[in-house]
């Protein structure tokens, strides 16, 4: 299989092409073998994160200690290179790290190489590690492009290499994103990977495996596994050289469903009284030391709600609807000031809203709003996002939405646009007061895509306390349809510089275009 990246771009002809030509280790499942013969390898390739118009952040791990250093130009040639020195790479962070880039000129190609130099004889370095990125424009005439969906290696179908493994990484790659936006879900830490799975024609599908997905992840070195586990596919590694992420998390970078202070009981995989509070805490280090994330690297706390700067055009907002939400119930309650997003996040989202100065504000939520998530346990009636099915006024989690979409209408802020993912198809809902319980909000679009490569599910009911009409669905009729057989979708957005509309594509896994629309920017009730 090539390795090569996609022509569109032609980047980094001698470092990038070393880059993709790598070879993982012989047994792929498992972690780099440590043996300290030879110079620093980085086999897992690198990434770049978190990039606006003048900055961003550059991963990599290294198969043993090693001081990372990257080297940035404006050509492909590397002539007159700038050079920074990044941490000392160590067992403490897996052999990974991240180095901060400023100073960077907006709207330009950014080249850039890793190197891994020996922290004994920085003299010995092994092969330059190469990747490309855009920074943001400054100026608004450059427009906006970027892709999103979520959703990877779940219900047991992961890396299938007769498939092209992560294929649909190399039909984003084709439309030149600025950027991908992660919208949760990156690994399924509860989810065995097995060699083979039974495809309903007979056939099997057949699994890259590791030793870390044999079983669901408890240690912070499972935790580990499951994100490197996504670093042995090629499409992926090619994807991250060409493409910078925004990556925020979900349910399955721990447990499905999970909530803080849930504690598992007896009868299922994981020992019993384990508290996913200490599991989350593990997940997220090893969250932090496998993407590069601008509030993680700067903040001791950890916190991945952030707003991502994308000159005058765009800001995201990258929520977490899962670390501070109230417990799963039936979610019926009359108050409820925690809701899915916490009090303090909630507020950080208000305040942030009404600073924004760009034309479109994407509300990046790793849950959708409008579409019933059942979570049921020993027969409750639990639910999982935010609606619980009753199509009157707003009941709890609904409340905190309810607050929010009011406060957004009454601070007269345009430009709004949801995206999400989570469950497992793709969709599009336009919701309005006209059609609502809850009236007093500004009618806004809501997209849905995902899975990346899991298992595609049925669409699931709507709740019409605010209002959402389905103008596009495209699901499966049957459950957990694997990626062999389709239905893996991904999203793109593109925002036209000179007119400022905004367009919206739902698209499948090789790229075809499923569904249109184009919002026009300043307007209330699209």
Known sequence: MSLSLPGRRSVLRGSLAASAALTLPTALGSAPAFALSGRPRADWGVQAGDVTAGSGLVWVRSDRPARMIVETSATESFR???????????????????????????????HYRVLLADPDDPRRTGEPVGGTFRTASARRRQGVKFVWSGDLAGQGWGINESIGGYRIFDAMAKLDPDFFLCSGDNIYADGVISATQALPDGSLYRNVTSEEKSHVAVTLDDFRGNFRYNLLDQALRRFNAQV???????????????????VIGSGTAYPAGNKLDDMALRSRQAFSEYFPISTISGRPD????????????????????????????????????QGILGAEQLEWLKRELSRSRAVWKVIAADMPLGLVVPDPVEGKANFEAVA???PGAPLGRELQIAELLRYIKHRKITGTVWLTADVHHTSAQHYDPSRAAFKDFAPFWEFVSGPLNAGAFPANALDGTFGPDRVFVKAPTASNVSPAEGYQFFGEVDIDGDSGELTVRLREYDGTVLFTRTLQPGRVGQ
């Open 302 to 337: 950890g916190r991945i709600y952030r707003v991502h700067h994308h000159g005058p055009l765009l800001d995201v907002f990258v929520l977490d609807m899962r670390t501070y939400r109230n417990a799963n119930s039936p979610d019926d309650q009359t108050t409820d000031r």
């Open 80 to 110: 007159n290179a700038r050079r920074w020195q990044g941490p000392l790479l160590g067992s403490g962070s897996d052999f990974t790290g991240t180095t901060r880039l400023h100073g960077l000129p907006s709207g330009e190609q950014i």
């Open 244 to 262: 910078p992420n925004v990556i925020q998390w979900d349910d399955h970078e721990v447990r499905n469903n999970w909530y803080p202070g849930e």
């Open 388 to 390: 619980q099915g009753d």
